[in-house]
């Protein structure tokens, strides 16, 4: 488990443990949501709204998503490189 993900595992377990996959896959969900709500005021196409919100919300998204990879015991930086190389080998 790498640093970001032990961060987050301390801290959930601390909160009183990980939800059920589907509701951390809920949460996933409400976090994109917001995500999406803050870079459309970002591009001024609903609201404003600045940079820092655009990472706060980004910074949700993430920590949804290693909650998810917590819980099935997977490698975040692993899942992202075999990613990159799969877009690599495909659209490369």
């Known amino acids: 488990m790498n640093e970001e993900q032990r961060a987050v595992d301390e801290l959930v377990k601390e909160l009183g443990g990980y939800w059920k996959p589907f509701e951390m ?14 870079m459309l005021a970002f591009e001024g196409v609903k609201g404003k709204a600045d940079r820092e919100k655009v990472e706060e919300e980004l910074g949700d ?31 490369g």
């Not at 896959?25 to 803050?38: C, F, H, R, S």
């Not at 975040?76 to 877009?87: C, D, E, H, P, T």
């Open 25 to 38: 896959l809920a949460a996933l969900v409400e976090e994109v949501g917001e995500l999406a709500d803050a």
């Open 61 to 91: 998204t993430l920590f949804a998503l290693i909650c998810i990879a917590n819980y099935y015991d997977i490698d975040i930086r692993g899942a992202i490189l075999k990613s990159v190389s799969k877009y690599r080998a495909r659209d």
